[in-house]
């Protein structure tokens, strides 16, 4: 039976903001917190690029209390509880998840870029890896250059990346942004490695994506999306999904008052709805990433917050708006600006470049004394021992 629910727009933002465990109190805490938030979200998306931390870095401080860098690293590296592997492009996702991402590794297996080129070395270097421990690609001297994905590269690279991709290989471990792979089997347990894809059918298997990404997200449409990368969904199948899900009470359909398109959550977080609109919460202030889950498709938040955020990371200088890596500031349950920081790890300063405010931000009750707090903490996520306001 299909399930419905009507609100206002400031209910749906603050539906979305509460499931984020953005809208008052930390709900989110220390390690558990990361596992926590990860199994909720499915997948944090991972950027390399460190302007003023990774994206799945900036994710995780703005949700979870107290968090470090360092916590991160031990569950991918040490722990084995995450790992890095594609779902919405290049992800940080649950180890427990590996079974549900096989056909992605069989694609892999079956074709790719320089495909036979790889295929000549593959062995070679599993059982370098298997006599001599974890590699990276300076350790393996094929020097041959090859088609790839984004431009000529060392076979050498090509190899263990995809092999990677194949899953005969995991991150064992980064050196800055050195990547050392070492065999699945090593760091995966064998009930995980050898649990065979719960979802035997390409339909179920595309329905419990769709599913995921609308919990990862909280509140999505049916319609054209980033949020949906990665999945290769074209709309009639789109449309066949919804309607599963629908009828099989997965998701409720949600009508927000002047919005004219229609609007899913997961059924579970119904109750969740019902908390937001009965309840106020604490403001909180929070600096969020520019690839951060709530913020995969940009055209929802306009409709949700009026806020326009493009990350203008790709767009030639002259053309900015803002500044090459900005972050929205998210005060309450209200857009109310943007933020260009730098951490210089070397001198340990926090460099706040620029600020842009939305109309009448800054009468906000209370919003002042949060700000601060807020770039305070962040300074203290970077172990910056001094922050520096750039005129």
């Known amino acids: 039976m299909m399930q419905s629910i009507s609100c206002t727009p400031i209910q749906a933002r603050r539906f979305l903001l509460y499931k984020q465990g953005l809208l008052g109190e930390h709900r989110f805490e220390g390690k558990k917190g990361v596992i926590d938030y990860v199994r909720q979200a499915g997948c944090i998306q991972f950027d390399p690029i460190d302007v003023c931390g990774k994206n799945a870095e900036l994710v995780l401080q703005s949700r979870v209390k107290g968090f470090q860098k360092q916590t991160l690293y031990n569950l991918l590296y040490e722990d084995r509880k995450l790992l890095d592997y594609f779902d919405k492009n ?70 263990l990346e995809t092999l990677y991709f194949r899953g005969d290989l995991i991150i064992h471990h980064k050196n800055g942004s050195m990547k050392y792979y070492d065999l699945a089997e090593n ?123 493009k990350w203008e990371i790709y767009t030639p200088e002259p053309n900015r708006e803002y500044g090459y890596y900005v972050l929205p500031i998210l005060y309450g349950d209200t857009f109310i600006g943007r933020i260009e920081m730098v951490n210089d790890q070397k001198n340990s300063i926090l460099q706040v470049k620029n600020m842009w405010f939305e109309p009448n931000a800054g009468h906000a009750k209370g919003l002042w004394d949060e700000y601060r707090n807020t770039i305070e903490r962040f300074a203290e996520f970077h172990d910056c021992k001094k922050i520096q306001y750039d005129e």
């Open 90 to 159: 290049l992800s940080i996702m649950l180890t427990e998840d590996w079974p549900y991402f096989s056909r992605i590794r069989k694609e892999n297996t079956d074709s790719g870029r320089s495909y036979n080129e790889v295929n000549q070395v593959a062995e070679e270097i599993k059982y370098l890896i298997k006599e001599s421990g974890p590699v990276s690609s300076k350790d393996i001297d094929y020097n041959e250059t090859v088609k790839w994905y984004w431009s000529d590269t060392r076979l050498s690279r090509a190899a």
């Open 187 to 309: 760091c995966i347990p064998s009930e995980l490695l050898n649990t065979p894809d719960p979802y035997q059918d390409d339909f179920d298997h595309m329905k419990w994506r769709v599913l995921r990404r609308i919990g990862s997200v909280g509140l999505l449409w049916n319609k054209s999306s980033d949020a949906w990368l990665g999945l290769n969904l074209k709309a009639p199948e789109r449309e066949k999904i919804f309607e599963a899900l629908l009828n099989e009470g997965k998701i409720a359909e949600v009508s927000v008052e002047g919005l004219k398109d229609k609007l899913y959550c997961l059924t579970e977080d119904i109750k969740s709805f019902e908390h937001v609109m009965q309840e106020e919460s604490i403001k909180r202030c929070e600096f969020i990433a520019p690839l951060d889950n709530m913020m995969w498709d940009r055209k929802l938040i306009k409709a949700l917050f009026d806020f326009n955020y």
